[in-house]
């Protein structure tokens, strides 16, 4: 593991130090798992929109395409 020094307003030092209370942990621990918890978020969500973009088609149709009184007449039957 690696230290590193970081600035931030009072308020926010106030509240990181009130939230390592709460959690039971030091500010440095909840900072860290605070960064890490985004870096796993990030790349989650970059790896979805990878996914999304390169999704070609829903699939080949074999028939012809639904009217549009054909898709909303299902409950009416």
Not at 5 to 28: K, L, P, Q, Y
Not at 39 to 46: I, K, Q, S, V
């Amino acid at each position: 593991m690696k230290n590193v020094t970081i600035t931030m307003d009072d308020g926010v030092a106030d509240w990181a130090r009130m939230e390592a209370a709460r959690r039971n942990t030091s500010v440095s621990r909840l900072v860290g798992e605070l960064v890490a918890e985004k870096m796993r978020y990030d790349d989650a969500y970059e790896r979805a929109m990878r996914e999304v973009l390169e999704f070609k088609s829903l699939g080949v149709s074999t028939g012809p395409y639904l009217t549009r009184d054909e898709i909303y007449d299902r409950g009416r039957r």
